[in-house]
């Protein structure tokens, strides 16, 4: 079969042919692959500045991180997936250190040691191959309907995993401590940094909830984002016409500001007009660049006068995915056709690096030769 591999060590990224994977456990499931999302992380696999870490003794990973596939094989253990199922696999797997509860207890996306492994990305091989074995705990199912769509699981999960810390911070306020989620998400106003696809996504999920919702990006309107940004009834407001300082004042008291798009000057910026009592989520992770200016003063103040949480997240656990695709299913009947325009384009596997690194796009995936 073929397989989309990074060497860092001779900085190449190719399309190669590998051996199949067989089942090695009862407890295993092997799927064909039928799309992989392509993102940020795969841009910096492709230029070597993160991620790409082979398996220990090997030379090479296959990447993918972002996928669906068809179950095509189930180990004789495997008791909730079946053959013509479709499943998303998760990322991060543990780490075997003994004193990492996160990971001892089936959390790793909080492990705590950094020795976890990341399909596709750091120390174990990923989803962008013909054909991939996995373990059935690290598979969720998704429902026939989301077949084209349910790629997006992945990056819709970092949202999910935002939203459900953000849930919990706000249940430490008394008055609310025994609301319902719905209670505590009531009447929010969030402002989303950025328009690709973990924007967008997380606009979707805002909306969904109730909130008001504006997203604010560089690329001036029109724009296919901006569109599908208004179509959920969601603002638009492009950073080269409009300040922060006025998105604020149009918004009002912000709850909760989504980050996704690794500036961070942008962000430091934003920060400066959370509203009292509000969250900042940072999901975007920056490249090392020079220095940048923020208004530390300001910033530390509000945090203190306005009882202000700043929290970072990364990945997600298996409850993040299950609700994604529970989501996803919502975002279908509410606005039919946006998650497909999501996804502006779908290619072959040599063209893993060249859309990765593109900028013209939301969410493109790349199809394994033998996906239909
Ligand atoms: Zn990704
Ligand atoms: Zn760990």
Redesign the pocket.
């Known amino acids: 079969m073929q397989a989309v591999a990074v060497w860092p060590e001779r900085r190449s990224v190719d399309v190669v042919e590998v051996a199949a994977p067989a089942l090695g456990s009862p407890l295993e499931v092997r799927l064909r692959m039928l799309a992989v999302g392509v993102c940020g992380t795969d841009a910096e696999i492709c230029s070597f500045s993160y991620g790409g870490t082979p398996p220990e003794g090997e030379e090479s990973l296959i990447v993918g991180h972002e996928a669906i596939g068809l179950v095509i094989e189930t180990g004789p253990e495997v008791s909730r997936l079946r053959t013509g199922d479709l499943a998303v696999p998760m990322v991060r797997r543990?780490?075997t250190?003994p004193h990492?509860s996160?990971?001892r207890s089936g959390h790793?996306d909080f492990?705590?040691?950094g020795?976890?492994t990341e399909r596709g990305i750091k120390g174990a091989h990923g989803f962008l191959a013909g054909e991939v074995v996995e373990e059935e705990r690290y598979l969720v199912a998704v429902p026939p309907p989301l077949r084209e769509v349910g790629v997006l699981t992945e990056p819709l999960t970092i949202a999910e995993k935002a939203l459900r810390q953000f849930v919990e911070v706000r249940r430490r306020f008394p008055w609310l401590s025994t609301a319902s989620e719905a209670e505590l998400l009531a009447g929010g106003s969030a402002v989303v940094l950025g328009a690709g696809a973990v924007g967008i996504l997380g606009c979707m999920l805002l909306r969904q909830r109730g909130f008001q919702v504006v997203v604010y990006s560089r690329g001036r309107k029109p724009n296919p984002s901006a569109a599908l940004v208004e179509s959920l009834g969601a603002a638009y407001v492009s950073s080269e016409e409009t300040p922060l300082v006025e998105v604020s004042r149009r918004a009002g008291a912000i709850d909760l500001v989504y980050e996704a798009t690794g500036a961070s000057k942008l962000a430091f910026d934003a920060l400066q007009y959370l509203g009292a009592n509000g969250v900042f989520v940072f999901t975007g992770v920056p490249g090392r660049k020079a220095r940048v200016e923020i208004a530390a003063d300001a910033i530390m103040r509000n945090l203190v006068l306005r009882n202000q949480t700043v929290l970072g997240t990364v990945n997600a656990g298996r409850a993040d995915y299950e609700a994604a695709i529970r989501d996803l299913e919502l975002f279908q009947a509410a606005w039919p056709g946006a998650l497909a325009a999501l996804i502006t384009g779908r290619y072959p596997m040599s063209r893993f690096c060249d859309r990765a690194r593109s900028h013209d796009k939301i969410k493109d995936v790349i199809e394994p030769a033998d996906a239909k």
């Open positions: 543990p780490c250190v990492c996160p990971c790793p492990c705590v040691t020795e976890y």
